[in-house]
């Protein structure tokens, strides 16, 4: 009986290593692929005129490649992402948590994991229909497809990463930590947010990198509500483009070094993805040691 459970066992194990190795395989795959694709252009045009470069043509007389703007744009419209929708998320996530009737906990997750579910075109149908519309007339503006415009969906298609994961951190603490605070003259509010939220903080930690991640990858939502232009994004109402639109928007008739360009486009916005991820781990490491 001992030998069927320990083969049993050693079986399972083998499964999962080789679906971590298969994982491991295609995300090596993919950074050799982007590698091989993207240095090319970035060795003929120039690193510093690539990166810092501030006009892009790709299909000019004389085709300039800066993804600078591109760059900035990104930045910007995932940090104001986050400026909104990390708060939003949050509050929500200690509510449900911690607070919200039981009725009200389900009613809401629910409208959470619908909000998950809603594809990323139908986010940008919604934003270019109203959303844009409604930014023109509020500011009396030309155009309302602008960096305001792509942050704000951004902000609402991060929300449901953001609460669903605080949530489960949050509900993994244990009781006895909120026990003690209590019965040691804390207030329920008090409890929450310097008990159970600090308890928690490397599961919100990651449901912020989770909604980091969503907001710079996101490119069909995005490309339909700012305007994909490849301006700087000086103002909120700039109509501009990120760099998953830049590439979205070319590949399908881009060819020789324009292709090239679009390839060392997304090997950038690999490697940002991977310092982010590479930032979250070390921020934990550092509190796990701590």
Not at 162 to 176: C, D, F, G, R
Not at 215 to 230: S, Y
Request: aromatic letters at 8%; glycine letters at 8%.
């Amino acid at each position: 009986m001992k030998t069927k459970n320990n083969l049993f066992e050693n079986f399972v194990h083998g499964v999962f290593l080789i679906l971590g190795l298969i994982t491991v395989g295609c995300v090596l795959l993919i950074s050799i692929y982007l590698i091989v694709s993207g240095i090319p252009a970035i060795r003929e045009i120039g690193l510093i005129e690539f990166l810092f470069g501030t006009e892009w043509a790709s299909t000019a007389a004389e085709p300039k490649y800066g993804i600078l703007p591109f760059i900035l744009t990104s930045v910007y419209g995932t940090g104001g992402a986050i400026l909104i929708g990390v708060p939003v998320g949050f509050l929500t996530a200690v509510y449900l948590a911690k607070i919200a009737p039981k009725r009200v906990k389900q009613v809401i997750e629910q409208a959470v994991s619908l909000l998950a579910g809603i594809p990323s075109v139908v986010y940008g149908l919604v934003g270019m229909m109203v959303l844009v519309p409604g930014v023109r007339k509020l500011f009396n503006i030309p155009d309302g497809a602008s960096l305001l415009s792509a942050i704000i969906v951004l902000a609402v298609m991060i929300l449901p990463s953001i609460i669903k994961m605080s949530i489960t951190a949050l509900e993994a603490v244990p009781k006895e930590y909120e026990d003690a605070s209590l019965a040691l003259g804390a207030t329920p509010e008090e409890t929450y947010f310097r008990v159970s939220v600090p308890a928690a903080k490397s599961g919100i930690a990651a449901a912020v990198v989770m909604g980091v991640g969503r907001a710079i990858g996101e490119a069909m939502a995005v490309m339909m509500v700012a305007g994909n232009a490849p301006n700087m994004p000086d103002s909120l109402f700039q109509s501009v483009r990120f760099l998953t639109t830049a590439v979205a928007s070319e590949m399908s008739y881009s060819s020789g070094l324009q292709k090239q360009a679009l390839f060392s486009i997304a090997l950038v916005l690999f490697l940002f993805i991977m310092l982010i991820n590479a930032a979250l781990n070390f921020f934990l490491k550092g509190e796990k040691k701590s």
